[in-house]
């Protein structure tokens, strides 16, 4: 079963503002018309219009001007490192391409895998652990200490600062964003709908029947095997410390939606 649940913690950890929308239109040119004879010009095009943003972002305080996406990387993990601390920051993140790695989690936590070449932190220490028997096999619920030092990083993380720190890198988020193939979204709607997705995973109590029908296991019920990536990602850690990541992500939207830009 794949192990990607940090990719939620990582989500939650730099999450992200301008979204800029130019209409471009052309008009085809005419022959001018005979004298005697009144001009027909042509309808002008439909402007279409643009994206409602519901969620955005104001822009960052200060006039530091941003790195490159290219070099962003060092930057925010110093940030980081000043939020959760260099230590937690060697043993949990990735170092290389931060913000696209944060934003492609993301963004397909709502599908149905997460590539894990593209994770922006570290896997689990520790290998995946099945108990039950050969023929019936469940979710063993070792597993779910292995979480744990992640989420009471994630627990004890100021939301305030984290979202402050967000808004800072904001425009480099939607940078990568658009870069997937997303223009004209905004990236801050995508955080909140996908947050939204992960506070609906159902709570599972007792032992989690698995199944094995190639080489990696998968739930046995198909309605739970069917969810998003990452509200499996939630089931596979336990009800316990899915319940304090739900409580986070609750903290975080409400930070996100309350961020608005000054008239």
């Known amino acids: 079963m794949n192990e990607n649940f940090k990719y939620i913690a990582a989500g939650v950890a730099v999450v992200g503002l301008t979204i800029g929308g130019i209409v471009y239109f052309s008009q085809t040119r005419k022959t001018p ?14 402007v279409p219009d643009e994206p409602a943003i519901k969620h955005p972002v104001p822009a960052a305080d200060g006039n530091d001007a941003l790195p490159s996406l290219d070099d962003s990387s060092v930057p925010v993990q110093t940030a980081l490192a000043d939020l959760i601390g260099a230590q937690s920051v060697e043993r949990f993140v990735v170092s290389d391409d931060l913000i696209r790695h944060i934003v492609v989690t993301i963004d397909n936590l709502t599908d149905e895998k997460v590539a894990e070449r593209l994770r ?40 305030q600062r984290l979202v402050a720190l967000y808004v800072r890198y904001y425009p480099l988020f939607q940078q990568s964003y658009e870069n997937l193939g997303h223009p004209p979204q905004y ?23 698995l199944a094995q029908p190639n080489v990696q296991y998968e739930f046995a019920d198909p309605k739970l095997e069917s969810l998003a990536a990452g ?11 899915a319940k304090s990541v739900k409580d986070k992500l609750r903290e975080l939207r409400s930070a996100l939606i309350a961020q608005q830009p000054p008239n």
């Open 33 to 46: 018309p005979p004298a005697d004879t009144a001009a027909v010009v042509p309808p002008r095009p439909a």
């Open 120 to 159: 922006p932190v570290k896997p689990a220490p520790g290998r995946f652990m099945v108990g039950g028997s050969e023929e019936s096999p469940v979710l063993d619920a070792a597993n779910y200490e292995r979480y744990k030092p992640m989420v009471q990083l994630l627990r004890s993380t100021d939301t």
């Open 187 to 209: 990236f801050n709607d995508r955080v909140v709908e996908v947050i939204d997705r992960l506070l609906d995973t159902p709570d599972v109590q007792g032992p989690i029947a």
């Open 231 to 241: 509200q499996k990602m939630l089931i596979r850690m336990g009800s316990d410390n």
